[in-house]
Structure formats: structure tokens, C-alpha cells
């Protein structure tokens, strides 16, 4: 199992980042999806959630209406478009499955909003 982010950076605060990760190794289509972040000094978290078809999603409190959780299956990708980004959103974000065997985490991507 592989997962593969990409799309972090440094961006302006009010300003919007598409975050991708890419999976392999399994089949996509038949697992939710989730995105984490962790800041520095604190725990990682939850940000939001995706069934496997792509009907239902969760999101943290502090990134609704802002956040949008997507996936494409006949890629085998899961997006997550962050838009009105505030300094507190600053933090890597990992793309994570929950397998049968095992849980997977990909090796994130830095999202820096600052001016």
C-alpha cells in the first residue's frame, strides 16, 4: 500500500490550496478516505472523512464550509480543496486508510498560511 500526497505549500491566509494523494496497492474504490493534520506541538487530527463511493463525508468543526473532501476512483485519488485558509490551518496533512490488516498512512505534505 502506497499513499502519496502533493499540493502543499506556502500560501497567504484567505487564500486556497488543492491537496492530492495518490494510493496504490489496494482497491481504492472499496475503502473511505480520510485526511489528518498535525501542527507543530500538537496532536494530529481528523480534518475530513470520505465514504468509499464517495456519498458521505465528515468534516472537522473548525474547517466546515471551508474544507471539501472529493475522491476519484478511476484515478485512485482523494483530494481535499482548502479554501479561506487561516494561519491556524498550518500543519502537515496526511492522507490515511483503514485496511483490513492494517491502517496506512501517507508521508504528508506541508501546508504553511502565513503573510
Known amino acids: 500500500v502506497q499513499l502519496v500526497e502533493s499540493g502543499g505549500g506556502l500560501v497567504q491566509p484567505g487564500g486556497s490550496l488543492r491537496l492530492s494523494c495518490a494510493a496504490s496497492?489496494?482497491?481504492?474504490?472499496?475503502?473511505?478516505m480520510n485526511w489528518y493534520r498535525q501542527a507543530p506541538g500538537k496532536e494530529r487530527e481528523l480534518v475530513a472523512a470520505?465514504?468509499?463511493?464517495?456519498?458521505?463525508?465528515n468534516y472537522a468543526d473548525s474547517v466546515k464550509g471551508r474544507f471539501t473532501i472529493s475522491r476519484d476512483n478511476a484515478k485512485n485519488t482523494v483530494y481535499l480543496q482548502m479554501n479561506s485558509l487561516k494561519p491556524e490551518d498550518t500543519a502537515v496533512y496526511y492522507c490515511?486508510?483503514?485496511?483490513?490488516?492494517?491502517?496506512?498512512w501517507g508521508q504528508g505534505t506541508q501546508v504553511t498560511v502565513s503573510s
Open positions: 490515511y486508510v483503514v485496511g483490513l490488516l492494517s491502517n496506512y
Open positions: 470520505i465514504s468509499s463511493a464517495g456519498g458521505s463525508t
Open positions: 496497492g489496494f482497491t481504492f474504490s472499496r475503502y473511505a
